[in-house]
């Protein structure tokens, strides 16, 4: 997990995840740990950006 917010995170992955692709993902930080299902935005070399399709606000307001 490279970077976070309420929306979505960027993630860097090794794995050529296509734009569109739904995911499942354990999210586990400091702060908080969650599973959230997520679109595959877009996808670069290093990662790919999603945007959360699930999150409950009580996880959405942890991340804040």
């Not at 296509?18 to 935005?41: E, M, Y």
Request: with cysteine; proline share 3%.
């Amino acid at each position: 997990l490279h970077n976070m917010s309420t929306g979505g995170a960027y993630l860097m992955t090794e794995t050529d995840y296509k734009p569109g692709s739904i995911v499942t993902l354990w999210i586990k930080s400091a702060q908080t740990s969650f599973f959230v299902t997520a679109q595959v935005l877009r996808n670069d070399p290093f990662g790919i950006a999603v945007c959360f399709l699930d999150l409950c606000d009580s996880v959405r307001c942890s991340i804040l």
